[in-house]
Nanobody, 125 residues
Framework: QVQLVESGGGLVQAGGSLRLSCAAS????????MGWFRQAPGKEREFVAS????????RYEDSVKGRFTISRDNAKNTVSLQMNTLKPEDTAIYYC??????????????????WGQGTEVTVSS
């Protein structure tokens, strides 16, 4: 069982930056692939970024490539999402997720086993 708690959301102007963090419980955090997803009002949840369990292999949704960076610290049981050059269309609730298939940084939400409650990000124009 893994419990995830996101933090770091808030209101920021377009062009600004935010850093989201996700703290995980449990001693097996390092075995999980981790992902960030987001859901904007009236839209379906969508993939943002993911990172494999054991190395720096990452993947990103096309619209955030070059602006967002996912990273993890297995010693601290945390995964972060650095978001730069934010745009109004990045406004959403951001969710952290953990997947048991640790070597697969999947973009498919259904393949993640645990989810946090989300943190809200609002980007004003």
């Amino acid at each position: 069982q893994v419990q995830l708690v996101e933090s770091g959301g808030g209101l920021v102007q377009a062009g600004g930056s935010l850093r989201l963090s996700c703290a995980a419980s449990g001693r097996t955090f390092g075995n999980y692939a981790m992902g960030w997803f987001r859901q904007a009002p009236g839209k379906e949840r969508e993939f943002v970024a993911s990172i494999r369990r054991s190395d720096a292999y990452t993947r990103y949704e096309d619209s955030v490539k070059g602006r967002f960076t996912i990273s993890r610290d297995n010693a601290k049981n945390t995964v972060s999402l650095q978001m730069n050059t934010l745009k109004p269309e990045d406004t959403a609730i951001y969710y952290c997720a953990a997947g048991r298939r640790g070597l697969i940084p999947t973009a498919v939400a259904a393949e993640y086993d645990y989810w946090g409650q989300g943190t809200e990000v609002t980007v004003s124009s």
